[in-house]
């Protein structure tokens, strides 16, 4: 009688165990979410300080999570998953006690700035580390088959817990004040530090250890792709408040709204078509729904437009970092994996960051519907770039 196989995990199991893993990232996003939206008031108003000092505090934490990326994608590599995320959850936790403590020296408005900037900082570098770690410690768990929705629900994680941390943050500072804030953060990576200290965590995978910027090169095309068409997301949520006014509109909160939605239903509902039809293929169809979107926010006579457009551009996006993903982390060994899962990362951070000088520049110079026109050309850069690499791989 010939021995028997091994059952394959069903699609439910391996989706269950990557939730598992990234439950860690939703709560380090909503200690990320809880002070974004209150942080520039505080600064702003309570401390006495200017508009731009309030929105350095603010950048101050996604500058930590980009200098940082080479670091967690290492100690991702080197002292295993699970390890970064523990140091990442202690770090919001500091972050928190720090917050907490800089709420209390408000009457001394440069003390507590100097406190605040210094919890903002740890709190980037956790979101590089708990970002890394939780995607290379799904791979490793349910296997490199499954980067696709690994990064996906990653993705779904962060977004849905920065969009349920924003409100609160607010009325958690109307109702309790912002001393509360620092609580918040230093319960909440206290309860993910004690869950995740039973959780087996999946061996430290041995061989070559390729150095970061060896590393960076080989991601570099893959990740120029996904920058050039994440600039889209920069310029819609940062600007789209702006050009509704610009146009007499009202409601460009229902924008976002629309694009958030159709972003987590795009990768609850398709992330199987990446490994069915491939990174590449994937990343191309999406990048043109993207780019529609994009042109119908450019053109849109009314808000029924823009909020079609948004909801394209949404849907399209949100498959762009996964697929792209999936043929970027090829390109490295498994032992280098989370070095590769950081520099790709690399590349989101550094669409966010200049989305918002070089479009309000666009902006300025030609009003802002040209913002999304611009977007939409580097969409189809990506698109043209993406197609280049296809046909080189293949």
Same mark, same amino acid.
């Given at each position: 009688?010939?021995?028997?196989?091994?059952?394959?995990?069903?699609?439910?199991?391996?989706?269950?165990?990557?939730?598992?893993?990234?439950?860690?990232?939703?709560?380090?996003?909503?200690?990320?979410?809880?002070?974004?939206?209150?942080?520039?008031?505080?600064?702003?108003?309570?401390? +006495?300080?200017?508009?731009?000092?309030?929105?350095?505090?603010?950048?101050?934490?996604?500058?930590?999570?980009?200098?940082?990326?080479?670091?967690?994608?290492?100690?991702?590599?080197?002292?295993?998953?699970?390890?970064?995320?523990?140091?990442?959850?202690?770090?919001?936790?500091?972050? +928190?006690?720090?917050?907490?403590?800089?709420?209390?020296?408000?009457?001394?408005?440069?003390?507590?700035?100097?406190?605040?900037?210094?919890?903002?900082?740890?709190?980037g570098v956790a979101q590089g580390l708990i970002g890394v770690g939780t995607i290379s410690w799904c791979m490793g768990q349910v296997g490199a088959e499954h980067t696709a929705r690994s990064i996906s629900w990653n993705g779904i994680a962060s977004y849905g817990a920065i969009a349920i941390g924003?409100?609160?943050?607010?009325?958690?500072?109307?109702?309790?004040?912002?001393?509360?804030?620092?609580?918040?953060?230093?319960?909440?990576?206290?309860?993910?530090?004690?869950?995740?200290?039973?959780?087996?965590?999946?061996?430290?995978?041995?061989?070559?250890?390729?150095?970061?910027?060896?590393?960076?090169?080989?991601?570099?095309?893959?990740?120029?792709?996904?920058?050039?068409?994440?600039?889209?997301?920069?310029?819609?949520?940062?600007?789209?408040?702006?050009?509704?006014?610009?146009?007499?509109?009202?409601?460009?909160?229902?924008?976002?709204?629309?694009?958030?939605?159709?972003?987590?239903?795009?990768?609850?509902?398709?992330?199987?078509?990446?490994?069915?039809?491939?990174?590449?293929?994937?990343?191309?169809?999406?990048?043109?729904?993207?780019?529609?979107?994009?042109?119908?926010?450019?053109?849109?006579?009314?808000?029924?437009?823009?909020?079609?457009?948004? +909801?394209?551009?949404?849907? +399209?996006?949100?498959?762009?970092?996964?697929?792209?993903?999936?043929?970027?982390?090829?390109?490295?060994?498994?032992?280098?994996?989370?070095?590769?899962?950081?520099?790709?990362?690399?590349?989101?951070?550094?669409?966010?960051?200049?989305?918002?000088?070089?479009?309000?520049?666009?902006?300025?110079?030609?009003?802002?519907?040209?913002?999304?026109?611009?977007?939409?050309?580097?969409?189809?850069?990506?698109?043209?770039?993406?197609?280049?690499?296809?046909?080189?791989?293949?």
């Amino acid at each position: 009688m010939p021995p028997s196989q091994p059952v394959a995990p069903s699609s439910l199991s391996i989706t269950l165990q990557i939730v598992s893993i990234v439950f860690y990232t939703f709560i380090a996003f909503i200690c990320i979410g809880l002070p974004i939206a209150v942080i520039p008031g505080y600064v702003h108003e309570q401390l +006495g300080f200017s508009a731009v000092v309030a929105g350095i505090t603010i950048g101050s934490q996604y500058l930590a999570t980009l200098l940082s990326r080479p670091m967690a994608g290492r100690m991702s590599d080197t002292v295993g998953t699970k390890r970064a995320i523990v140091l990442g959850l202690s770090g919001i936790l500091l972050s +928190g006690v720090l917050t907490f403590i800089a709420t209390l020296l408000e009457s001394l408005p440069l003390l507590s700035l100097s406190v605040l900037l210094v919890a903002r900082l740890l709190l980037g570098v956790a979101q590089g580390l708990i970002g890394v770690g939780t995607i290379s410690w799904c791979m490793g768990q349910v296997g490199a088959e499954h980067t696709a929705r690994s990064i996906s629900w990653n993705g779904i994680a962060s977004y849905g817990a920065i969009a349920i941390g924003a409100p609160l943050g607010v009325v958690m500072v109307a109702e309790y004040g912002y001393t509360s804030l620092g609580i918040a953060l230093s319960v909440l990576a206290g309860l993910g530090l004690l869950l995740i200290r039973n959780k087996p965590s999946v061996p430290v995978i041995r061989g070559e250890r390729l150095p970061f910027w060896a590393v960076f090169g080989r991601i570099a095309p893959f990740g120029a792709s996904l920058c050039l068409a994440s600039i889209g997301y920069g310029t819609l949520t940062t600007f789209i408040t702006l050009y509704y006014l610009s146009r007499g509109w009202t409601g460009a909160a229902y924008c976002l709204t629309v694009f958030g939605a159709c972003f987590i239903l795009s990768r609850l509902l398709f992330i199987s078509s990446i490994s069915r039809f491939g990174g590449f293929t994937s990343a191309i169809a999406c990048m043109t729904i993207e780019t529609l979107g994009l042109i119908l926010l450019w053109l849109a006579p009314s808000t029924g437009v823009a909020l079609i457009g948004a +909801g394209l551009t949404g849907f +399209g996006l949100s498959l762009v970092y996964p697929a792209l993903g999936v043929e970027a982390i090829k390109q490295v060994p498994n032992s280098s994996r989370g070095a590769g899962l950081s520099a790709y990362a690399v590349f989101f951070d550094l669409a966010l960051a200049i989305a918002g000088p070089l479009m309000g520049a666009v902006a300025l110079n030609l009003g802002y519907a040209w913002i999304f026109f611009c977007a939409a050309l580097l969409s189809v850069s990506g698109l043209g770039l993406t197609l280049l690499l296809k046909r080189r791989t293949y």
